[in-house]
């Protein structure tokens, strides 16, 4: 199947902890499976420490590509947090880039020691809205607290790419994947926030 | 996550750059392999340390990577294939060693040793970008680098065999690009059996009667060039009469052909991609420039390729060509090799216009989205003992009013010098530089010298050079106070063991050593405090900073991201009395100790907590000075 853009280029962004970088593993693992040539690119050097963390995966029916994304080349944002998505778009957007965020905000430090103030929901929504081809907001934590699973987010953000169609992604082969890649205990719950993402997002 | 040795032959897995390497090296069946973390090097010895086999892999981390890279060359010279993986840091304190190696070689027992060093350009992740290819000149070494995934598993064999037939160590260089890539990777076919390990006594391997050795090793590192004019990984694409030949190495040449597909310059320009460092194949570079009216090289941070084929040309009678990168301004002289980079460049050689974001776009980011993007520093996690740390230094400090002097090192307490941070360290560079330098200081007093000097460093970074600085302060009677922060783990990098952990590197037991001990064997002054306990362990350091002698004082407190692996739950349920908080007026507990979980609520004016972050270690209880708020244990 074509993609389009091609190379398609992937951002990945959120908070150091919030599981980032095995959705963009997963979102390979699944992409490389169905044929496509895939490179990651990934900085994660103090990615626990309350820093923004992002990895780019490039994805292409071409040939291999560098896992550093061009300035301005987003085709899709997914982020687990809304300041980093304006922080990927500022960076990768371009009038044709989409976007798919977990609304719920993670304050800076600097925020909470009153040097800098966070902005409102509203103005981050409208700004991601203005500055996106297609955007896709909605609360992945609610969800995943919902679950009593926290670090699940970034399964119902997986959950919502695949109910955006944006990538020839299969639901039924995404959800054996997802049970492939946690420990057997968690592989319901898993399930269960990978579906309850997708609901969200196809109702939205 | 599989082990890499569990993926059958001729399968294709998703891996990481770093166990790419691995892969490669466990194929080519390495014997031993020891290394110290460091960013972007550390994943390495642990997806070998997953397959160690007795008598087949053994897999460690080392004290430090100088450890390392001897206790590899040593098993090379005893006839095994072994690998030492560090980052760029690490090799700089590895190489009066390494040095002297270049001249011994590795004896005739048909060993094998590679050094894997990891570069950071950009500095992603550590405090410099130093180029380590450097170091391959320096060392008259051989150096290999990868350009991509699949690449680097069979440039390890490449290297493993030079390493052999030359009886030389080998340097084989990974970056960030590169180590922390994901690609499919192709797997071959794993060897069985494993070399018997014995030293050959009847000669002796050393540097002396160097002038000799030397013009050997010269000697050899000419037979080694040869070898690389015929390298595989070496390659050159493009047309016959290209109007440019791009050079690349590393990162330059995915990022080259992607900027010539951008341009449509495939057809019009070559490239001509090296995967031998050093020494450079003269004669094939020079083969392919010659018919080239220009040149333009792409690389990473330093211009170590560039002066290279600069120094080849000329050799050869064709400094006429002109060569554009870092030395002509194309290329910036630091930091990552991107496709922006490649693209702008060449589209400034050929008058191109490099493709740019839509005017209306960029305005409307400029205008709407850009002033919304406050930055999001770092900061120790909440529960972290570092940050109780250093607000008992901090408060120390000021109570003590001689202004006192702190020095720091690398490791999660480098955060203090963060934005976020209590900004109490003044004197930071390497591992182990903290206290030697405040011995330095230490011993100022006959020059005027009266602020009391603090050092602090981490456990792990005790053990990997804190020791033999200690022992300088000691022995010259400096005055100082150490502060040792041991959180039971080399957390920076990602929480590996350490010799103060009671494991090593596959997971098996080890003697435990104690760093208090450690420290009164040597002659210092110990005392243990708890961080957690900030208002005790405040007052013990001012009562120590005015002490004479080498003090110690250990802050004991398991790093929060370890202690929650293993017991899975918070020790405690905060509660917020809404009525005794102050608010604004006070905000202590957020403004000043900063834990990320406690906010100004700005609908209530109140302190109030997330408790996704909050990691329940309670300390807040103790630092609010109005009492308001309070922990149940959790059960
Ligand atoms: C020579 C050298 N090797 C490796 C590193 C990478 N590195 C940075 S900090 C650190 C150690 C951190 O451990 P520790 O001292 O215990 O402090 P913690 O992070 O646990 O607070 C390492 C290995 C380095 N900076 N320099
Ligand atoms: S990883 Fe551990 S030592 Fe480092 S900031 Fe977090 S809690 Fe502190
Ligand atoms: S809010 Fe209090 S208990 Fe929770 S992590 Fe912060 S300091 Fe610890």
Same mark, same amino acid.
């Given at each position: ?19 980032n ?18 490179s ?20 292409s ?8 994304v ?9 982020s687990?947090?809304p ?6 778009i ?28 966070y ?5 981050m929504?409208a700004?991601?809205?203005k ?9 992945a934590t ?7 699973a926290?670090?699940a ?17 299969d639901?039924?082969?995404?959800a054996?994947?997802?049970k492939?890649?946690?420990p057997?205990?968690?592989?319901e ?7 309850r993402?997708?609901?969200a997002?196809?109702?939205a | 996550?599989?082990a ?16 790419a390497?691995?892969?490669g ?7 031993f392999?020891?290394?110290?973390p ?17 008598g ?7 004290t430090?990577?100088l450890?390392?890279?001897e206790?590899?060359a040593?098993?090379a010279?005893a ?11 690490g ?14 070689g ?10 894997v060093?990891?570069d ?9 970008e130093?180029?380590?290819?450097w ?6 070494a051989p ?13 390890v #064999?490449?290297?493993?065999?030079l ?5 030389? @160590? ?6 960030t690009?590169?180590?922390h890539a994901?690609?499919?990777i ?13 030293s050959?006594?009847s ?8 002038i ?9 590192m000419?037979?080694i ?7 595989p ?5 493009g047309?016959? #009469?290209?109007?440019l ?11 080259a052909?992607?900027?010539l ?21 003269t004669?094939?570079?020079v ?6 009216p220009?040149?333009l ?6 211009l170590?390729? /560039?002066?290279?084929?600069k ?15 870092k030395?002509s ?10 496709p ?21 776009y /960029? ?18 996690c ?9 607000w008992?230094?901090d408060?120390?400090?000021k ?18 010098v @963060?934005p976020?941070?209590k900004a109490?360290?003044?004197?930071l560079?390497s591992?182990g ?7 330095g200081?230490?011993q100022?007093k006959?020059f005027g010298?009266?602020?009391p000097?603090?050092?602090?460093c981490?456990?792990?970074?005790? @053990?990997?050079?804190s ?14 106070l150490q ?11 990602? @929480? ?21 001990k450690?420290?009164?064997s040597?002659?210092c002054?110990?005392?243990?405090a ?6 005790a362990?405040?007052k ?5 900073m ?28 905060i509660?917020?009395?809404q ?19 406690l906010?100004l ?8 907590? #997330? ?7 309670g ?17």
């Open positions: 199947m074509p993609l389009s853009p091609d190379p398609y280029n992937l951002i990945i962004s959120g908070i150091g902890g919030q599981g970088i095995l959705l963009s593993r997963l979102v390979g693992r699944l992409m490389f499976r169905a044929g496509y040539q895939v990651i690119g990934e900085t994660f050097g103090a990615a626990q420490r309350g820093g923004g963390v992002f990895s780019g995966v490039r994805i029916s071409k040939r291999l590509y560098g896992p550093v061009p300035q301005g080349a987003g085709s899709m944002i997914i687990l947090e300041l980093e998505a304006l922080r990927m500022s960076g990768y957007g371009n009038p044709g880039v989409k976007a798919l965020v977990n609304s719920e905000g993670i304050h800076p430090v600097a925020v909470l020691s009153q040097k800098a103030s902005p409102s929901d509203e103005a929504s700004a991601i809205h500055a996106t081809d297609k955007a896709w907001l909605f609360n609610k969800i995943a607290l919902e679950l009593d926290p670090i987010v970034n399964i119902v953000m997986l959950g919502g790419l695949v109910a955006t169609g944006a990538l020839p992604l639901a039924d082969e995404v054996d994947e997802v492939a890649s946690v057997p205990h968690l592989a719950l898993n399930l269960t926030a990978y579906r993402g997708m609901q997002v196809a109702g | 996550m599989a890499i040795d569990k993926y059958e032959p001729g399968t294709s897995h998703f891996l990481l750059g770093n166990e390497i691995a892969r090296a466990l194929e080519r069946g390495v014997n392999v020891t290394g110290y460091g960013t972007p090097s550390s994943e390495i010895v642990p997806a070998l340390a997953q397959c160690t086999q007795k087949k892999l053994h897999a460690e981390w080392s430090n990577e450890a390392a890279v206790g590899a040593a098993a010279t006839g095994l294939l072994s690998l030492s993986a560090m980052k760029n840091a090799l700089s304190l590895a190489l009066d060693f390494i040095t002297h190696l270049s001249y011994t590795l004896g005739p027992k048909g060993g094998a040793c590679l050094m060093v990891c950071d350009p950009h500095g992603h992740s550590s405090g410099d130093t180029d380590s290819r170091l391959a000149r320096f060392a008259t150096m290999v680098e990868p350009m991509t995934g699949q690449q680097a598993v069979e440039l #064999k490449y290297a493993f065999d390493s052999q037939k030359h009886s030389a @160590f080998v340097f084989y260089r990974g970056y690009r590169l180590s994901s690609n499919p192709t797997m071959g076919e794993l060897p069985t059996g494993a070399p018997k390990a014995s050959d006594s000669v002796s391997l050393n540097p002396y009667l160097s000799d050795k030397h013009q050997d090793l010269l000697a050899k000419e037979a060039r040869a070898e690389f004019e015929q390298c990984f070496n390659s050159y694409q047309p016959e #009469k290209p109007e030949v791009v050079v690349a190495s590393g990162a330059g040449h995915l990022a052909a992607e900027a597909e951008t341009l449509g310059l495939e057809e019009r320009v070559g490239l001509l991609s090296l995967a031998t460092i050093w020494p450079l194949p004669a094939w570079v083969e392919h420039l010659k018919n080239a220009q040149v090289v792409l690389e990473e941070v330093d170590f390729m /560039e002066a290279a084929v120094e080849a040309l000329v050799d050869n009678g064709l400094g006429s060509v002109a060569v554009y990168g030395g301004g194309h290329i910036p002289m630091s930091g990552e090799m991107t922006d980079r490649a693209l702008s460049a060449l589209a400034r050689i050929f008058d191109m216009k490099a493709p740019a974001r839509d005017e209306a /960029e305005r409307l980011v400029q205008q709407e989205v850009a002033p919304l993007v406050i930055s999001r520093g770092l900061s120790w909440a529960g972290c003992p570092h940050r109780a740390s250093f008992a230094l408060k120390a400090i109570a003590d009013a001689r202004d006192a002097y702190v020095t720091g090192e690398i490791g999660c307490s480098t955060l203090d @963060f976020e941070g109490q360290i003044k004197l560079h591992m530089s903290g206290t030697g330098t405040a011995a200081l230490g100022l006959p010298y009266t602020q000097v603090v050092a602090v981490g456990d792990s970074s005790f @053990f990997h050079s020791v033999p600085r200690l022992i300088n302060a000691v022995y010259n009677q400096a005055d100082m502060i040792i922060l041991d959180n039971s783990a080399t957390a920076m990098t990602g @929480f590996q063991p350490h010799p103060g952990t009671g494991n090593t590197a596959e997971n098996t037991p080890a003697p435990r050593l104690d760093v208090a450690v420290c009164e040597i002659g002054q110990v005392t243990i708890d961080p957690f306990e900030v208002r362990t405040t013990v350091m001012r009562e120590l005015g002490k004479p002698g080498v003090q110690v004082l250990i802050l004991r407190r398991a790093c929060e991201l370890v202690r929650m692996k293993a017991a899975k739950s918070h020790p405690y349920r509660t917020i009395d009525e005794k908080c102050k608010g604004a007026e006070c905000a202590v507990c957020s403004r000043d100790f900063r834990c990320p979980a906010y609520d700005p609908a209530t004016g109140k302190t109030a907590f #997330k408790e996704q972050i909050c990691s329940g270690c300390i807040c209880v103790e630092i609010c000075p109005f009492k308001a708020i309070s922990k149940q244990e959790n059960d």
